[in-house]
Each structure stands twice: as C-alpha cells, then as structure tokens.
C-alpha cells in the first residue's frame, strides 16, 4: 500500500522558515517525480513545486523562497521555505507521479497524501 506522509508544518511568524517533509512508503521513490500543492481556505489548490526523478525542480510560486530537494536513500522530499508570508497559509500535500518528467497538474499524480497545515501569522 501506497502512503505518502508529510509532515513539519506548524505556526510561523511572517518571515519565518519551515521545512516540510513528504516520506513515501510502498513505493520507490527513485522512480517517481513528486509535487508540492497547497489549498488555502476558500482558494482553489495550486502548485507549489515539483522534483522530478533526477533532481531537477521546478518551483511555480514563491520563486526564490521556496527550494525543493530529496533523498532518495530516506524515501523523503523536502519542501524548504524561507521569509514566509501571510499568504502562505495553506494545507500543504505532496503527491507522487511515475514520471521523470515535473508537472503542476495535479490531476496526473497518482498519489496523494493527507497535507500538513501551514500557518503564517503574528
């Protein structure tokens, strides 16, 4: 059984960093590119970033602040965000797509997992 499980978000004040976590089980993760999304309250869900299968990211918001990496060794993929904003509050959840190829459609990831919420505010 497939599970992805993120994890690392919490409360931040603007300007802060977090570093979220997505570790994959029931899967290799070598053999798959992996999205970030998040879905605000009332906003409809965007993509964040993609890694794909060899290392390459996209990022499709908050150039410059976000960076995405992953180790494969530990079956994780990380999300690394720095001088967060208000606006980035969101339910944040990672997703799986046996391509090596990056995509922010989120309908053609095959895996989901359940998002981890962040919450930027004074």
């Known amino acids: 059984q497939v599970q992805l499980v993120e994890s690392g978000g919490g409360l931040v004040q603007p300007g802060g960093s977090l570093r979220l976590s997505c570790t994959a089980s029931g899967l290799t993760l070598d053999t798959y590119s992996i999205g970030w999304f998040r879905q605000a309250p009332g906003k409809e869900r965007e993509g964040v970033s993609c890694?794909?299968?060899?290392?390459?990211f996209l990022l499709f918001v908050d150039a410059g602040r976000f960076t995405v990496s992953r180790d494969d060794a530990k079956n994780t993929v990380y999300l690394q965000m720095t001088s967060l904003k208000t606006e980035n509050t969101a339910l944040y959840s990672c997703a799986a797509i046996k391509s090596r190829l990056c995509t922010y459609k989120a309908n053609s990831y095959s895996y989901w997992g359940q998002g981890t919420q962040v919450t930027v505010s004074s």
């Open positions: 890694i794909s299968r060899g290392g390459g």
